[in-house]
């Protein structure tokens, strides 16, 4: 993402705009902010409070202008599991183990967006994202069907509560069923209206046939009360252990989440050529997070669906989140009793839909079709299936971490050669017109250099240095890729400095960054091996090698 927060001037706000889009997404973002709130197992208000808080938190420090923060599915998924896995079972350690998970990963957002860890952007590769997404839609799913039907599922493996949820087919409650199938049916034709509520609409419609044919009395739940009396904030009491469980599971939670957001916000800034700041969000992110926290919400980040609605609806800024959540405490001032009698299958259902596009075959299809990380894909879906949500996770995260340290680790080194006589290098073995340089040997690692691959590729520099077929009297490394060295690098450059020097050949650095130079300027074996230091083109550091060959 770019570092300026500005949207295009070309597309300038539209108020009326933003307060129609803001009406209209207030009705998809209420019914679902208490949908997930039963995926994380928490009370109804804990995603009310992560919708109020998200999107007064992004609307004054976000940057994009669609992006809508408030409680997401897959962060409730990975919450309730997390925290049941702790809990082992008590309701209130549960609730206060939440409280803490969510405060915490509001602080690590802080910290991100401090220390500009925005550039980094997602740890979790798209094929790897969208396999657990993918299985992850699928395990809600069947959970919100066996939650609507009345069935107890005891095991997070998919593999085996799938045969459970069959097994007890003779003791599904049809009627719940039935009410969940009709809302189904309502939210697809309302969706078909852009402007129209349908997740408000068929919310009320729900009200009124559960008090009208008398529902509670054929076993069908009611979401029950909704208390929004915010209580004083103050931090979960909690043993140090449990602080450190979780601070390990809020860095999956952050993975996740920005994965997520950030999936969703640079999508729709490409899209409309907007500018917007990482570094900002990551800030705005852990602000939301925090406040949720503080008054026992759910976690936040800006889910792609209620992104994308908000954009389909017609916003032009920031300002169409704020109508939205001011929208939304209108509704639940004035008509929070009532949403209580909302039956369980509905909320159920609204879940159902919205994750129903995350089972489409066709973004994991194209993985097939270019032969390109399919296996990551099959990983990151059987994880999910077969470990849970919160395991599946961090599999996938372990996978894309590990997937990047093989791509960087399997770094080469390309010896490089003058292009049509003119000032640009390439690569020798790709480009077998260009012509090596006499007497200079130039050599570029194709990948920055960092613990996991530096001596390695500063080995196969020796061994380039020491066979060479031609007489050489410079070397010069080019040094593009690395905008900064690690200590492990900064170690193994010592050490070469010192072999090259033996060797008897004098070493240029070209295309170094400000930060690598500063680094290594400090550095003893600089100037007692006569090595040169220089943020010169590779063509600069050639002009300087033969001037001091001739």
């Known amino acids: 993402m770019s570092s300026a927060p ?15 889009a803001g009406l209209s997404i207030a009705g998809l973002l209420l019914p679902e902010a208490v949908a997930y709130s039963s995926i994380a197992a928490l009370a109804p208000q804990a995603g009310l409070i992560a919708l109020f808080a998200g999107l ?24 309730a599991a997390a925290t049941a896995t702790l809990a082992n079972g008590d309701p209130g350690l549960r609730s206060t183990l939440a409280i803490g998970l969510v405060l915490v990963t509001g602080a690590f957002f802080l910290l991100a967006g401090l220390f500009k860890l ?13 396999g657990f997404a993918f299985g992850l839609a ?28 069959l097994e007890q087919l003779p003791q599904w409650n049809w009627v719940a069923a039935g009410v969940g199938t009709v809302a189904l049916a309502l939210l697809w034709l309302f969706a078909r209206f852009r402007r129209l509520p349908g997740g408000l609409l068929v919310v009320v419609i729900g009200i009124a046939a559960g008090q009208w044919l ?17 209580e004083v904030p103050k931090l979960p009491v909690l043993p140090f252990t449990d602080w450190l469980r979780l601070g390990e599971l809020a860095f999956a939670m952050v993975m996740i989440l920005y994965a997520e957001s950030y999936g969703s916000i640079s999508a729709y800034a490409l899209k409309h050529g907007d500018r917007v700041t990482s570094n900002r969000d990551l800030l705005a992110l852990g602000a939301s997070n925090l406040l949720s926290g503080l008054f026992h919400g759910m976690p936040a980040g800006a889910g792609y669906s209620a992104t994308s609605a908000n954009e389909a609806a017609g916003a032009t800024s920031r300002l169409a989140g704020i109508v939205a959540a001011l929208v939304v405490l209108v509704i639940v001032l004035t008509v929070l009793p009532y949403i209580a009698l909302t039956p369980e299958p509905i909320l159920a259902a609204i879940v159902i839909h919205a994750l129903g596009r995350g089972l489409s075959l066709l973004p994991l299809g194209r993985y097939f079709i270019w032969r390109r990380d399919r296996l990551l894909v099959i990983c990151a879906v059987g994880a999910v299936l077969l470990l849970g949500v919160l395991d599946g996770l961090l599999v996938a995260v372990a996978i894309s971490v590990l997937l990047m340290l093989k791509q960087m680790s399997a770094a080469d080194i390309q010896i490089l050669g003058r292009i049509d006589g003119g000032h640009d290098f390439v690569d020798l073995q790709r480009h077998p017109t260009a012509q090596a340089v006499p007497g200079v040997l130039i050599v570029r690692p194709d990948e920055a250099l960092f613990f996991a691959n530096v ?32 200590g492990t690098s900064i170690e193994a450059l010592q050490a070469f400095f010192v072999r090259v020097h033996q060797e008897d050949k004098r070493l240029i650095l070209a295309r170094l960054k400000d930060s690598a130079q500063t680094a290594l300027a400090a550095l003893p074996e600089v100037e007692a091996n006569g090595v040169v230091l220089s943020g010169l083109s590779v063509d600069g550091a050639v002009q300087q090698a033969l001037k001091a060959g001739a």
């Open 56 to 79: 007064l938190c992004y609307g004054l420090f976000g940057t994009s202008r669609f992006a809508i923060v408030s409680a997401t599915s897959s962060s409730a998924a990975v919450l």
């Open 118 to 130: 925005g550039s980094v952007t997602s740890f979790i590769a798209k094929p790897v994202l969208r």
């Open 455 to 486: 001596e390695r590729i500063l080995g196969a520099a020796l061994r380039l240095i020491r066979h060479s077929q031609t007489p050489i009297h410079t070397v010069i490394l080019s040094l593009e890729e690395s905008p900064d060295l690690d």
């Open 6 to 20: 500005n949207a295009d001037p070309t597309e300038q706000p539209n108020r009326w705009q933003d307060l129609l």
């Open 214 to 230: 008398d529902l509670p009395a054929y076993g069908v739940k009611l979401i029950g009360v909704i208390d929004l009396s915010l």
């Open 138 to 165: 699928l395990t809600i799913i069947l959970k919100q069907v066996a939650s609507v039907v009345g069935v107890h599922l005891t095991d997070v493996n998919l593999v085996r509560f799938l045969p459970q949820l």
